[in-house]
C-alpha cells in the first residue's frame, strides 16, 4: 500500500505542475497579445517579457477610491499607476521611477498630452554630458532630440503642471522596458511603450494626478496590493511644491547614450 500512496501522490504532483504550466502558459498568451508588436508612427516591437516581473504588466484591478472616474493615482514605493475606472476599479500599469524614489507627492494636472514627444535636454546637461550633441538638432523649442524609437521619452508623453507651472515631471514611455519595477530614472514616471499608449487613450488633458508619497502606499485608495485586514481611509493628498532631484551622475555614452535628467 505505501507503494501504491507513493505512485498517488506523484501523480498529483505531476498533475499540479502540469495545471501550473497550462496556466503560466495562458497569463503570457494574454500578455503577449497586449505586449505584441505596434504599428505607429515608428515601428514598437514586442516587449520582451521574461525581463519584466508579471506584477508590473498591465491589468484591470479591484481599487475603491474617493477619487473620481479618469483620476491617475500613483504609487512610487510599489512602482504602480492606477488609472481610476470610476466602477471600483483601476487599469494597474507597473512604473520605473526615479533612482532615489519620486522627489515630491502632491496633486498636479495632465497640461497637455505629446504622441513621439521631443526630448529637449537642459543646457547644464549638455555641458556636463557634451557627447551628446551628436544625437541633438535644432528643433522648433530649441536644441534637441526629436521624436521617435530611440527617443529617451518613448512612445508617449504626458506633462504635469501644478498651480499653472510645469513640475518638469512626465509619465512617459521608455526605451529600457526591463527598467519598469525599479528605480532607474532620474525622477520621471517611465512605463513600457505599450501601456503609455493604453493610457494615453484613455486619460484627458487636465486630468487629476495624485502622487502618494514614496513611504505611504495607499494614501488614497485601498487596492489589492495593501496589507490584509488593513483598510486605512482614504485621504486627498496635500498639495505640495514640487522638488527637482539633482541630477544624475554622468554615465558613459557606451552605456547609457541617452541619460536621464530631471525632465526625463
Same mark, same amino acid.
Given at each position: 500500500?505505501?507503494?501504491?500512496?507513493?505512485?498517488?501522490?506523484?501523480?498529483?504532483?505531476?498533475?499540479?505542475?502540469?495545471?501550473?504550466?497550462?496556466?503560466?502558459?495562458?497569463?503570457?498568451?494574454?500578455?503577449?497579445?497586449?505586449?505584441?508588436?505596434?504599428?505607429?508612427?515608428?515601428?514598437?516591437?514586442?516587449?520582451?517579457?521574461?525581463?519584466?516581473?508579471?506584477?508590473?504588466?498591465?491589468?484591470?484591478?479591484?481599487?475603491?477610491?474617493?477619487?473620481?472616474?479618469?483620476?491617475?493615482?500613483?504609487?512610487?514605493?510599489?512602482?504602480?499607476?492606477?488609472?481610476? %475606472?470610476? +466602477?471600483?476599479?483601476?487599469?494597474?500599469?507597473? $512604473?520605473? #521611477? !526615479?533612482?532615489?524614489?519620486?522627489?515630491?507627492?502632491?496633486? @498636479?494636472?495632465?497640461?497637455?498630452?505629446?504622441?513621439?514627444?521631443?526630448?529637449?535636454?537642459?543646457?547644464?546637461?549638455?555641458?556636463?554630458?557634451?557627447?551628446?550633441?551628436?544625437?541633438?538638432?535644432?528643433?522648433?523649442?530649441?536644441?534637441?532630440?526629436?521624436?521617435?524609437?530611440?527617443?529617451?521619452?518613448?512612445?508617449?508623453?504626458?506633462?504635469?503642471?501644478?498651480?499653472?507651472?510645469?513640475?518638469?515631471?512626465?509619465?512617459?514611455?521608455?526605451?529600457?522596458?526591463?527598467?519598469?519595477?525599479?528605480?532607474?530614472?532620474?525622477?520621471?514616471?517611465?512605463?513600457? %511603450?505599450? +501601456?503609455?499608449?493604453?493610457?494615453?487613450?484613455? $486619460?484627458? #488633458? !487636465?486630468?487629476?494626478?495624485?502622487?502618494?508619497?514614496?513611504? @505611504?502606499?495607499?494614501?488614497?485608495?485601498?487596492?489589492?496590493?495593501?496589507?490584509?485586514?488593513?483598510?486605512?481611509?482614504?485621504?486627498?493628498?496635500?498639495?505640495?511644491?514640487?522638488?527637482?532631484?539633482?541630477?544624475?551622475?554622468?554615465?558613459?555614452?557606451?552605456?547609457?547614450?541617452?541619460?536621464?535628467?530631471?525632465?526625463?
Amino acid at each position: 500500500m505505501q507503494f501504491h500512496r507513493r505512485e498517488f501522490l506523484a501523480g498529483l504532483v505531476a498533475c499540479a505542475a502540469a495545471l501550473t504550466a497550462a496556466s503560466a502558459a495562458a497569463v503570457s498568451g494574454e500578455a503577449r497579445g497586449l505586449y505584441g508588436p505596434v504599428a505607429d508612427k515608428f515601428r514598437i516591437p514586442a516587449i520582451n517579457l521574461s525581463r519584466i516581473k508579471p506584477a508590473f504588466l498591465r491589468s484591470q484591478v479591484p481599487y475603491p477610491t474617493r477619487e473620481p472616474a479618469g483620476t491617475i493615482v500613483i504609487d512610487p514605493r510599489r512602482h504602480y499607476l492606477y488609472f481610476v %475606472n470610476g +466602477d471600483g476599479t483601476a487599469m494597474r500599469y507597473g $512604473v520605473g #521611477v !526615479g533612482r532615489q524614489g519620486f522627489a515630491w507627492k502632491g496633486v @498636479a494636472t495632465i497640461n497637455s498630452k505629446q504622441e513621439w514627444p521631443d526630448w529637449y535636454p537642459p543646457k547644464e546637461m549638455l555641458e556636463r554630458q557634451p557627447e551628446l550633441m551628436k544625437v541633438m538638432k535644432e528643433l522648433r523649442s530649441g536644441v534637441g532630440m526629436p521624436g521617435g524609437p530611440r527617443n529617451p521619452l518613448g512612445a508617449r508623453a504626458l506633462y504635469l503642471w501644478q498651480n499653472n507651472k510645469d513640475t518638469l515631471y512626465r509619465i512617459h514611455g521608455t526605451t529600457e522596458p526591463w527598467t519598469i519595477g525599479t528605480n532607474a530614472s532620474s525622477g520621471c514616471i517611465r512605463m513600457i %511603450n505599450q +501601456d503609455a499608449i493604453d493610457l494615453y487613450g484613455r $486619460v484627458n #488633458v !487636465g486630468a487629476r494626478v495624485v502622487v502618494l508619497g514614496s513611504g @505611504a502606499a495607499n494614501e488614497i485608495a485601498i487596492g489589492p496590493d495593501s496589507n490584509a485586514g488593513r483598510r486605512p481611509q482614504p485621504q486627498p493628498a496635500p498639495q505640495v511644491q514640487p522638488t527637482v532631484a539633482a541630477p544624475a551622475p554622468r554615465a558613459p555614452l557606451n552605456i547609457n547614450p541617452y541619460p536621464m535628467d530631471r525632465t526625463w
